[in-house]
């Protein structure tokens, strides 16, 4: 039966909704977001984590599931300018089969960018949804030119909430791997340097990462080199390392024109699939 709890539908503001939040994650000894990445080992976190725990998964489950999830799990589905992208994508009823109804604690359609749209429950079919808007919270800070992914948009803004629950991430590494890619609509950089503070901080646990810094511990053993001058020192050799890749990348570039132009034209002669006319028949009704 779909809640239709007017709290969760008006698309309020997240500070609206943090007394609701802080009670329903109170009950948890741990929440552990789970990044669609090839370096989620399901089994592996479900051993680590006692039964206190509630898992969190974003969007396109099947990336890392292969069967009915059977601990207490949530669903965060991602809005993009013409509502959930799972909704657009035709993929709720794909997901929803992976997580199991006893301990499946409903969907929460989640914005982080002004131009991001919320769906409708009714959109998710009978389970149980929630709304968060987010956007404000990162309007502040964080860089305007991209938006915040979905995972760090919800880490932080859960180390807001100053709970007692400890908030792990698992498989966040921004790296591209062979099968899934990352979005150039995010800020990666900001994203991994910001989360990397909080780690040091203790606000979060980041699976897999040590929490000592090497660049620091340099100052402790040499302390004739102080933090400015090794922070200085690093970034001399990153910009070196860049520029020799920017070298490798153009001639790349080179090399590979040709199959770039036989794949720009090949996209120019494809026709168009029935998902794309009907996104773009949707867009321009909404001009």
């Not at 991602?78 to 499946?104: E, H, I, M, Q, W």
């Not at 949804?129 to 803004?157: I, K, N």
């Not at 090794?230 to 001399?236: D, F, I, S």
């Amino acid at each position: 039966m779909i809640d239709r709890d007017a709290r969760f539908e008006k698309a309020n503001p997240a500070a609206a909704a943090v007394e609701e939040w802080k009670s329903l994650l109170a009950e948890y000894s741990d929440v552990v977001l789970v990044a669609n990445s090839d370096e989620v080992d399901i089994e592996e976190l479900k051993r680590r984590f006692p039964d206190t725990t509630l898992f969190i998964f974003f969007n396109k489950v099947f990336k890392v599931l292969s069967e009915p999830f059977t601990r207490h799990s949530m669903l965060f589905s991602r809005s993009g300018t013409l509502g959930a992208n799972l909704v657009k994508s035709g993929k709720v009823d794909k997901v929803l089969p992976y997580f199991d109804t006893r301990t499946f604690h409903g969907v929460v359609n989640i914005k982080a960018g002004p131009n991001e749209q919320l769906s409708p429950a009714s959109d998710f079919g009978d389970v149980h949804v929630r709304h968060l808007d987010l956007t404000d919270v990162f309007t502040p800070f964080y860089p305007r030119s991209s938006v915040p992914t979905t995972g760090f948009a919800l880490c932080f803004w859960l180390t807001t909430l100053n709970l007692r629950t400890r908030i792990t991430l698992a498989g966040f590494s921004s790296k591209r791997s062979e099968r899934y890619k990352v979005l150039d609509v995010h800020d990666w950089t900001f994203e991994q340097v910001l989360l990397r503070l909080m780690f040091r901080k203790g606000k979060i646990d980041i699976v897999g990462r040590d929490a000592s810094n090497p660049y620091a511990d340099l100052c402790a053993h040499f302390p004739e080199y102080g933090p400015a001058e090794v922070a200085l020192t690093a970034n001399e050799i990153i910009n070196e390392r860049l520029g020799n890749l920017s070298s490798v990348v153009d001639r790349l570039m080179d090399v590979t024109r040709f199959l770039r132009f036989l794949d720009r034209t090949w996209k120019s002669l494809k026709p168009r699939s029935r998902k794309q006319r009907q996104w773009d028949s949707m867009e321009n009704k909404r001009r």
